[in-house]
């Protein structure tokens, strides 16, 4: 069973201009009208080192912040205020829940299958209105590789589709390349003090909540690194820190140290990068993220299907026409409840309509009414139920 929902936009984001039709009326019907060269931009090496000390800056700024508003200096803040600057839910309202629909779920395809995904791209059509002149589908990785083939063999069928990526699981698999980047020198070390075993040097899949496991271990080791190098070093000092990460580095002449300082750099404040991006629905930051994910996928881990995924999505944040790259950068995430920093990624949006509609930890007398409960229409409002439910 393959899930489905539709993204609703403002008239601002939902219009193009007649000269924006024109544009890619002469592009052969297709939305990508910009030099592919444009995608190197954010690719160069200085442009990702650049982004690597905005990510570190922000999250420190966070912690300044807390410090600030608590009254005291750094180095006397609790672990529990480290960690809630850290990784707290950011100050940023969405406006509102976001307006979108919950498409009737299509039975027995996958998404591996070609066929069945002709299939999922005719009904999504169905729901596109008949002024529709470009169509954008945004999707976790499987699914983008394979509309990706689909659009190369079949260009004119497929020439009006854009094709955007979900956070969700890019998110997921470079917190693996971060595991196996830091495995030998930090994380199998830190694991082994935690007692952690879900967690491994190498991990393929989503699968066994693998997600959940890595994130929470990655979490764990970035706030003890931070909670360390703000509460029990004193030379450099914490403050330091705070000002200028890389002043900071200059002056560490430790190994360990440099080890953990890497660490930050390079997984731990990506990391929380990635959630951010999600929960501030910030298109711009996913951007900075999709580039920086690129290197580490074709250099500590081996994972050449998320590099394309990637380049993927760099082509639509820079290749698509100007006004469409608008829309994948304000639509990359949202919000159910209308919450303060709680936005969720696209794909992770249809990955819980299909934990709600394929759930298997039912008991068998209620089993036939649950599930048919959570395929009617109103699963969008079953969903916020759930979700506010949990929420409180």
Known sequence: TVDCAQVHLPCSLGMLTASDMQK?????GSPYTEDYNLVLIPLQPDAVKVSLREFAMDALISVAAAAAAAGRSPQHLTLREIAKSLFGRPNVDPGGPSEFTILEPIMNTDTKSYDDFIKITQHLTQHSGPACVVEIFAGDGQSVIRFKDLKKKFPHLYSRWLIAVGG?????HTMFGFV???WKPLVC???HVLQIERVHEITQNLEHNNYAHVQNALHAITIGIVSYLM??????PPGLLLQDIDAYEAQVD???GLVLLAFLRYAGFPTLQWQRASRMGDGARLKKLFAYSYHVYRSVCHKPTAA??????????CCALPALQVVLLTTVSVSLLGRRGSNMYLDRLVECINKLQQGSKRSSNAASF??????TQLLRAILHVRHAFQST
């Open 180 to 182: 196996e980047m830091f």
């Open 370 to 375: 649950a599930k048919a409960m959570d395929t």
């Open 168 to 172: 969700f699981h890019e998110h997921a």
């Open 231 to 236: 509460q029990d070093v004193r030379q450099p």
């Open 189 to 191: 070390s830190c694991m």
């Open 308 to 317: 394309q995924i990637a380049l993927i999505a760099l082509l639509g944040f």
């Open 24 to 28: 890619i009326a002469c592009n052969h």
């Open 254 to 256: 430790h190994a360990g």
